[in-house]
């Protein structure tokens, strides 16, 4: 491992201290957590596994602290709780995160990003009706749209998250103008079940279980999963106020530790039909083992008759590439958010990830528990569409898609 | 045959409605594949009651808790409210100027759905639960005042007459003639606004989590358990029912 001493600091150096001699100096107190009781927020969705794991399998108190786990009703739920501070920290939606600390999709309030909980497993769901009409591809949809005049209904969980910019891009990468051309809405999961039921919604996009759900249902299929907009994008992320990482970095630090514990286990796939029966209980996501567990196994089948093993399943590890809280990733919500008019200014798309993601903080709690970090603060990725981001030039980026927000 | 009449006037009207509420339930479940029936709900029914008070996680605990909480915020709010709008309905039937200062702002505030109430709760109190009893104390506070006043209005002038006559003290006006002669109508008020605190909290509780029998049935509705669902409509419903009861009979004992 290539280690900076000037960007990791003290943890730099504490790394390099015999691992006997640096247990005596946790336990002398400079670096105990000041908070040992940690109330963490959750939705009950297959993502919020590894604040599960770490909780229920006692990585927590390794650490020295306690995750207290509280199951909320709604992202809205979720933000109003972090802000108010009700809640420590929360599995959280990227984009959201972002969102509230530039004032959109919420009162404005300083956040930060400690770290990226997983990467891919949401997918897109369409009707049944829309396959009955021969629409089983984003391409048939465009086709559709523009064919037979009537109101098309879209749903997503939160105006400025992950599932809503999914959306929006992959309806985007087939010519459909998620604004003009169709309506979008922003309704809870099981809302979209009951309304795909009785044929008043014609797709949406969320997280896993509920994509499986549908199938199981028999009221929808799998036309993309997330995955296949972005290989590897980030989804939830371990968020929290700018006020409570300041104020409690041994916590934070030590609740970055446990999750990435119980990320590196849920990794194992030898691990993950005990994760998925883990965390189905009532308690957590509150729903059968066979809805949760063979996607989080990678077993893929999409309501059309097709199966396969996706090797772009849902990751929570992978060596900490999915973890590390690239500054890519979270610049990459601000453009599309300014994409669709949510953001009507360019606002200093570094300066902003650079403030809400806690690099530093990451990279001294990767380095206690053995976790690779990568050299790089910024990645490159190519999404669907054939386009490739690198962080590097934001604004041209943004300005870049021909369907966007007029 | 005494118990043959009491049956035919008492018992059956009952019991029919019942058993007709069951047929239909019965038929639409037929009809609709993932509706449940009336057995299949009375299974899951006894399975969840047969232990109502178990505490596995925050996150999981049996639906007595769950009830015991709800209730618990509706005592609250509603106690919080009675309290202040009682005394304010008194005040505002009792003295015209602040009866017109107040009647356009009461008018326009009474018709708000409840839960436009909630987001002004999180933003004051900045916590959750009090923002859900907030939402219990606004939505119970207009029957009281309103139907208090108006049973100060409705006082026969002779009363009043009769009181100057015998120059009456503030006190001994309230006392004597205000309290006794308004109390039925209070007592209206009070009945209204247990039935709206009720019906309340199930949907604040559905928005701001915790434990409660609104996000018990938020909770069951993400994992479309629709057997639940139904319990908990029933529950709802007869607590409701028990507290509208429970209030009518302390009504009884208090009318002169």
Known sequence: ?406 | MKFRRYFGEHLFPPLLGAALFLLVWMILAQSSDALPGPMKTLDSAIALFSDPFYQKTPNDQGIGWNILNSLGRVGVGFGLAALIGIPLGFIVGRIQFIDKMTSPIISMLRPVSPLAWLPIGLLVFKAANPAAIWVIFISSIWPMIINTAMGVRQLPQDYMNVARVLNLSEWKIFTKILFPATLPYMLTGIRLAIGTAWLVIVAAEMLTGGVGIGFWVWDEWNNLNVEHIIIAIFVVGIVGLLLEMLLVRIAKRFSY
């Open chain 1, 1 to 406: 491992m290539k280690q900076t001493g000037a960007i990791l600091g003290a943890a730099g150096i504490m790394s390099m201290v015999p691992m006997g001699t640096r247990a005596a100096a946790w336990a002398a107190g400079s670096d105990a957590p000041e908070l040992k009781e940690v109330k963490v927020g959750f939705i009950p969705l297959t993502d919020c596994a590894s604040l599960v794991i770490a909780s229920v399998m006692k990585f927590d108190e390794k650490y020295g602290i306690k995750i207290v786990l509280s199951k909320e009703a709604s992202w809205a739920g979720v933000r109003d709780k972090l802000t108010n501070g009700e809640l420590h920290a929360a599995h959280v939606l990227y984009g959201l995160v972002y969102g509230v600390h530039l004032g959109i999709g919420g009162q404005k309030k300083d956040m930060s990003v400690l770290m990226t909980l997983n990467n891919n497993g949401q997918a897109i769901t369409l009707s049944n009706q829309l396959k009955d009409k021969g629409v089983t591809t984003g391409g048939a949809l465009k086709k559709l749209v523009d064919a037979e005049k009537r109101d098309y209904t879209f749903a997503q969980t939160f105006p400025t998250g992950t599932h809503a910019m999914w959306l929006y891009y992959w309806l985007a990468s087939h010519d459909i103008n998620p604004l003009l051309d169709v309506k979008t809405i922003t309704v809870p999961p099981p809302q979209m079940v009951a309304n795909m039921r009785i044929g008043n919604m014609d797709g949406f996009c969320v997280g896993e279980p509920w994509n499986n759900r549908a199938i199981y249902d028999k009221i929808g299929f799998t036309a993309a999963t997330t995955q296949d907009i972005w290989k590897d994008h980030p989804e939830k992320v371990l968020g929290c106020t700018a006020e409570f990482s300041q104020k409690y970095p041994n916590t934070s630090r030590a609740l970055i530790m446990a999750v990435l514990e119980a990320s590196k286990y849920i990794d194992e796939m030898s691990n993950r039909r005990k994760v998925a029966e883990i965390i189905a209980d009532k308690s957590y996501v509150n729903c059968p083992v066979e809805v949760i567990d063979q996607r989080l196994e990678g077993k893929y089948e999409d309501g059309l008759g097709k199966k396969w093993n996706d090797p772009n399943y849902m990751k929570f590890c992978s060596d900490g590439a999915v973890n590390f809280p690239y500054l890519s990733d979270g610049m990459w919500f601000l453009t599309q958010h300014k994409r669709w008019g949510l953001l009507k200014e360019d606002p200093d798309y570094l300066a902003v990830a650079k403030k809400i993601n806690q690099i530093d903080l990451y990279k001294q709690a990767a380095s206690q528990v053995k976790v690779p970090v990568p050299k790089d603060v910024m990645r490159t990725s190519k999404l669907m569409d054939g386009t490739v981001w690198d962080g590097k030039d934001p604004k041209k980026y943004a300005a870049s898609f021909k369907v966007r927000a007029s």
